[in-house]
């Protein structure tokens, strides 16, 4: 794939340039730690992943700070613990503490001198610009869930994306998706026509972390184990 052809890259934020199951895993942790389980963070995230998808398909109009608050209380009951709403409100307002991956801000630099850098994330307007301060990159375009009113993999999210390029004058044919989940992100890419650059975060780990299993048969067309390795690559 000749990655110098194109003119956007579109990426996905949490696990793609912020490390949200870090970020996941130390908000948990008292809630973790009341249910007295011995839950591993494989085991953590898992729980996690299956519990947020449950609750983006049943409100894919709830702001992600806001629906983050629910899965909080349903992971209690999952472990039989006594919810807490203080708790329940802090890990919502989590978002903006999860930490930055090591080399998303030099790659994304980098990768600015050359492509327009646009955001598609499953988040609300408040909670990204309490991440964008930790990024300090001026983004081309961000478009969140809360402006689209649904959840990726919803396709609705992509074509949102692509009609507002297109509106710009970018062809469909001129961006490159750029993501590390394969069930929020390649799939959906995909079928609507995007290419997609896998960043493999979890290279060489057991089980899927915080997203649900991909569909069978998801694709990308290039694989990195890191936004640098992109970067180096173009």
């Given amino acids: 794939m000749n990655l110098?052809?194109?003119?956007?890259?579109?990426?996905?934020?949490?696990?793609?340039?912020?490390?949200?199951?870090?970020g996941i895993l130390t908000a948990l942790r008292p809630l973790?730690?009341?249910?007295?389980?011995?839950?591993?963070?494989?085991?953590?995230l898992a729980t996690f992943a299956r519990e947020e998808a449950a609750q983006q398909a049943a409100t894919p109009a709830m702001p992600?700070?806001?629906?983050l608050t629910?899965?909080?209380?349903?992971?209690?009951?999952?472990?039989?613990?006594?919810?807490?709403?203080?708790?329940?409100?802090?890990?919502?307002?989590?978002?903006?503490d999860w930490p930055v991956f090591p080399d998303t801000v030099a790659a994304l630099k980098?990768?600015?001198?050359?492509?327009?850098?646009?955001i598609l994330s499953n988040v609300d307007r408040d909670s990204f610009r309490a991440t964008n301060a930790r990024l300090g990159i001026v983004f081309d375009a961000i478009y969140t869930a809360q402006d689209i009113g649904s959840y990726k993999p919803d396709p609705r999210n992509f074509g949102y994306l692509i009609e507002r390029l297109a509106g710009e004058g970018i062809q469909k044919s001129e961006i490159l998706?750029?993501?590390?989940?394969?069930?929020?992100?390649?799939?959906?890419?995909n079928e609507l026509g995007l290419a997609s650059a896998w960043i493999d975060r979890r290279s060489g780990a057991t089980g899927w972390g915080a997203t649900a299993p991909p569909p069978p048969g998801v694709r990308y067309d290039v694989r990195f184990e890191s936004l640098a390795d992109l970067a180096a690559a173009i």
């Fill in 4 to 22: 110098a052809g194109f003119k956007v890259l579109s990426f996905d934020c949490y696990g793609t340039l912020i490390d949200w199951e870090s």
């Fill in 32 to 44: 973790v730690r009341r249910s007295g389980l011995m839950l591993d963070g494989e085991e953590i």
């Fill in 64 to 67: 992600y700070a806001a629906l």
């Fill in 70 to 96: 629910v899965v909080h209380s349903r992971l209690a009951r999952v472990w039989s613990v006594e919810e807490s709403a203080a708790e329940n409100e802090r890990f919502g307002a989590s978002i903006g």
């Fill in 110 to 118: 980098l990768l600015g001198q050359r492509y327009r850098l646009v």
């Fill in 177 to 189: 998706h750029v993501a590390q989940s394969l069930f929020h992100d390649h799939g959906p890419a």
